[in-house]
């Protein structure tokens, strides 16, 4: 796509996890995917498609035997292929990308005396990280293995034995988790961990995955639809000589709906100089407030958290045709900021106990509560500026 504008016009078409990426990849953070068991494999092939197809990322799909040691974890997430990705230019990362040459430069200089102590530039390990990484059952990844991604996020870059392996500019981390398996939570240094105090003084090693998407059977999954439709088709017509190739027509559907970093630039700087009114600023801290003093709430609502809440805000306002937040927006926002970073109560520990409740009461009360309602309550409860 050519420009903002021409976004805009097709930007109804998108689907639920096309503008999830787009957003993660405007916000330049990382966004948690969850889906019913049976539709992870179909998710994972959907986001790889969306990120090759629509952004030209390179990407890797993590199963659990990649997820089991920092071993596979690295070898893995390494592309041998994907300097054809840093070949394109990301505007503002030129920076960033620069640094990613040292590798090369440092192999072209000869620190020997003579000759014959040339470096072999063959057997430098020059891979770097792919641009996405699509985890599957990540939550149950091994805990090393989340903290190797959390320094993963933290300073783009990872070890291995012989050398240093730079992140692109363009990094995103998805990690997909079950409906079965989400009460099973990320490391506490990647989302808050359960019933641990919250302090400001270590929450800077929190809350690093920016926001959470749910996905559905029926939103389908469009992409893999029509890639097995082109091959189908492509069977069907193999016998006639003038028909013309699914492949191609494919290409070019892919080509018109193709989103470049320019313009990924454009809708960030767009986002960022958004306005928001005293009014929605006042309404957005209301939420907050109301989300900790919840009941059922036992942590999770933290001040990066709603540093969060707003920018993702401001980023929606350029995906609408505004330049300025509105309440809808804020809304929209805390239901895609919270629901993977609110801690749950247990009844011991629902505020009321505090004063006489019994736990049978707070059992009762708690009962098919989840994250989702709670934000929905607060919603409902908090008055809405006109």
Do not use: W
């Not at 920092?70 to 390494?78: N, P």
């Not at 969060?308 to 045709?321: C, E, M, R, S, V």
């Amino acid at each position: 796509m050519d420009s903002a504008q021409a976004l805009l016009d097709h930007v109804d078409d998108l689907t639920d996890l096309e503008l999830a990426v787009l957003v993660s990849l405007v916000a330049q953070h990382h966004c948690l995917v969850v889906a019913s068991d049976d539709l992870l494999d179909d998710l994972a092939s959907e986001l790889a498609l969306i990120v090759r197809d629509m952004f030209s990322l390179s990407y890797i799909i993590l199963d659990r035997d990649d997820l089991r040691s920092i071993k596979t974890f690295g070898a893995a997430i390494l592309d041998d292929d994907n300097n054809e990705c840093d070949d394109i230019p990301h505007g503002s990362d030129i920076d960033v990308e620069s640094s990613g040459m040292l590798h090369s430069k440092v192999s072209s200089v000869n620190f020997g005396g003579g000759s014959s102590h040339f470096v072999d530039t063959q057997k430098l390990d020059t891979r770097r990280v792919v641009n996405v990484i699509i985890a599957k059952n990540f939550n149950l990844a091994h805990q090393d293995v989340q903290i190797q991604a959390l320094e993963l996020i933290r300073k783009r870059r990872i070890y291995s034995r012989t050398t240093v392996h730079l992140a692109p500019a363009v990094f995103l981390l998805l990690p997909l988790v079950a409906t079965s398996s989400k009460h099973i939570r990320l490391n506490k240094h990647l989302v808050r961990k359960a019933h641990s105090p919250c302090t400001q003084s270590s929450f800077s090693q929190n809350d690093r995955i920016f926001m959470s998407h749910s996905h559905t059977l029926e939103d389908g999954f469009p992409n893999l639809e029509e890639l097995d439709d082109a091959t189908n088709s492509g069977d069907h017509d193999s016998t006639y000589s003038y028909s013309r190739s699914p492949s191609v027509r494919r290409q070019q559907m892919i080509a018109s709906r193709r989103i470049d970093a320019k313009l990924i630039e454009q809708l960030r700087a767009h986002g960022q100089t958004a306005t928001i009114t005293p009014e929605i600023r006042r309404y957005l801290q209301d939420i907050v407030a109301f989300l900790r003093m919840e009941r059922g709430v036992d942590g999770g609502v933290s001040p990066y958290a709603t540093t969060l809440f707003l920018a993702l805000a401001k980023y929606l306002a350029p995906l609408h045709g505004i330049d300025y937040v509105t309440p809808s927006l804020v809304a929209l926002a805390a239901k895609k900021i919270y629901p993977h970073r609110i801690i749950m109560a247990t009844p011991a520990r629902e505020r009321s106990t505090q004063y006489g409740t019994d736990l049978a009461s707070a059992r009762y009360l708690l009962e098919d509560l989840d994250p989702d309602k709670v934000i929905q309550n607060v919603l409902d409860a908090v008055e809405c500026p006109t």
